[in-house]
């Protein structure tokens, strides 16, 4: 099982970047698909899960309005669009695949497949 996230970088703040995670492996169509992020010292902090059951959409309230998640399928793909970026953005983004109940989503122990990360700055 691969989870391969790219697409991070150093940006401006307002600035956007898309990151993606390929997946390899792994049943793409059967988990639902999420992001977290982390900063060194601190815990991980759940981003965006798009779930398998209804394909519905859940954000953490601090890129709620600014970031988008979407999958595709026939990619194995997985996508994090992220617009008007803050500093407080700074961090390492996963991707994560799990089939948590609604309740749980933002729990990262619910998640039973990683990426490696790619690191995102923002500067100011």
């Known amino acids: 099982v691969q989870l391969q996230a790219s697409g991070g970088g150093l940006v401006q703040a307002g600035d956007s970047l898309r990151l993606s995670c390929v997946v390899s492996?792994?049943?793409?169509?059967?988990?639902?698909w999420a992001w977290f992020r982390q900063v060194p010292g601190k815990e991980r902090e759940f981003v965006a899960v798009?779930?398998?059951?209804?394909?519905?959409?859940y954000y953490g309230d601090s890129v709620k309005g600014r970031f988008t998640i979407s999958r595709d399928n026939a990619k194995n793909t997985v996508y994090l669009q992220m617009f008007t970026l803050k500093p407080e953005d700074t961090a390492v983004y996963y991707c994560?695949?799990?089939?948590?109940?609604?309740?749980?989503?933002?729990?990262?122990?619910?998640?039973?497949?990683w990426g490696q990360g790619t690191q995102v700055t923002v500067s100011s």
């Open positions: 798009i779930r398998l059951s209804t394909g519905r959409t």
């Open positions: 492996g792994l049943g793409f169509a059967s988990y639902s």
């Open positions: 994560a695949a799990g089939n948590p109940i609604l309740s749980a989503i933002t729990d990262e122990t619910m998640y039973n497949y």
